[in-house]
């Protein structure tokens, strides 16, 4: 993912350059200026937002608890309408779901799986976003299953079960 944002700001940092090679007038230096602030929002809010999963979910559910949620919009909010706009085109977040190592990843039986779950808790919060006015053509959602665990957690600890936030190719 580091790469991925490397290759973001390099692609910024790129346009910036392309723009300042063309005639210069006063116009065309404030659009320099804005994609360079842009493209520095961008990496700050983006690395605050990946420090900022969703924690929370019960087991095999994929409901936030509603305490939880309104603590994380209210601290993210303002930090994510400003975030979208900023994204490059053909680039939007995804909202990416997580699930613990207990059960299979795929059905077995009653089992629904681990990404069956991760799934529809991503598109629950993803619904929550959307319903706070967010651009659903800046969003996405994915679950994982239990692919991506936190290394210094317990494969079964409830902190795996959560909800975590990328930026990704537009695959629409």
């Known amino acids: 993912m580091k790469k991925f944002f490397i290759f973001a700001i390099g692609l910024c940092l790129s346009f910036s350059v392309a723009c300042s090679s063309s005639k210069k007038n006063k116009k065309d230096d404030k659009q320099v200026k804005s994609s360079s602030s842009d493209s520095s929002y961008l990496s700050v809010a983006y690395d605050t937002l990946k420090k900022r999963p969703i924690y929370g979910f019960a087991y095999k559910k994929s409901i936030v608890a509603m305490d939880v949620w309104d603590a994380w919009i209210n601290e993210n909010q303002t930090l994510i309408e400003k975030l979208l706009p900023k994204l490059p085109k053909g680039y939007v977040m995804q909202v990416t779901g997580h699930a613990d190592a207990s059960g299979p990843e795929y ?42 665990l936190i290394p ?21």
């Open 152 to 172: 210094e957690e317990k494969p079964k600890a409830a902190k795996q079960r959560r909800v975590t936030f990328l930026i990704v190719p537009d695959k629409k």
């Open 107 to 148: 059905p077995v039986g009653k089992k629904p799986g681990n990404i069956k779950i991760s799934t529809e808790r991503a598109l629950s919060v993803y619904n929550l976003l959307l319903s706070r006015g967010l651009d659903p053509a800046k969003l996405t959602y994915k679950g994982l299953g239990s692919k991506n």
